[in-house]
């Protein structure tokens, strides 16, 4: 997704329903509490606590079904008018006076002829345009309020360790590389991307700074290249093994043994996938060659991965 900023709409209705695949009915104001709409049936301990809906979405819906949908009949908590929730991307957020809402899903799988809502209607919206979250700060909501998106992007940092490509005997091609995979990876996807590169020589003391800033700012990923060897000056892992706080060996191992099988050597490598607070941290080898290998099986779990550190998908 391209870079978007923060941008207001209203409360179009506020809606709630006692049991789950039923529409909902408008109800003037709610409540939000720590769990979701008080007296909602989808209310609880998940990560789907409240629903929300564009009523432009409801409007295209409309024009092409030929008859008027009303607030709630989509089963969703809150119709706001005016944002294009379609901008809206996983953990931005919602802000309606002292209410904070964190998206945490796009869409859902529809239950078909089993929901009471598919059967009214005819079809619904929300498995393709629906926005769920959860609760960061509870209060009261009422229609008319104005609701505020709240962009944060995915911030991703790429670090190139080479005494020679930072004295500038040669370009760095590998952190290019893996800035260009993930661009491709994320292109016309729900995520709002950020990307950085830096380039610095097989230094402990200048990856363990850049590593710890990373921590210091939220960046969610960042990926190393080179220094995975066991040569006197590859220290990467060393180094990211000391700040991490849990390992992610499975998908390292993966990839050693994939590319081991006909290259030996890729074996030697000591590439590590760690948690470091809430920063996701992936070293891999300095060869193009390399990255393009790493990468194509990061990539499969990255979205997962992340999800799963911000718990996401319950």
Known sequence: MTEIRAARGRVLSVNVSSRKGTVKEPAGRIRVGELGVEGDAHAGRWDRQVSLLAREEVERFEHKAGRPVL?????ENITTEGLDLRQVGLLDRFRIGTVELEVTQIGKKCHGAGCAIFNQVGECVMPREGLFARVLGVGEVKVGDVIEHIPRPLSVRV?????????GEYADASGPRIQELVT????????????????????????????????????????TTGGTGIGPRDITPDV????????????????????????????????????????????????????????EEILKVLEHTFKMLHGLGH
């Open 71 to 75: 607030a709630g009949e989509f089963a």
């Open 240 to 295: 990211v093994n000391r700040l991490a706080d849990r390992q992610i060996p499975g998908i390292m191992d993966h990839v050693r043994l994939k590319y081991g099988a006909t290259n030996p050597n890729a074996l030697i490598s000591r590439s590590v996938a760690v948690v470091m607070g809430t920063t996701l941290v992936f070293a891999l080898p300095g060869s193009v060659k390399a990255v393009g290998e790493y990468m």
């Open 159 to 167: 670090i190139t360790l080479s005494d020679r490509a930072s004295a």
């Open 184 to 223: 491709a990876h994320f292109h016309g996807k729900r995520w709002h991307l950020q990307l950085d590169g830096r380039l610095i020589p097989d230094d402990e003391t200048a990856l363990a700074a850049l590593l710890t800033e990373a921590l210091g700012h939220d960046i969610d990923v960042v990926f």
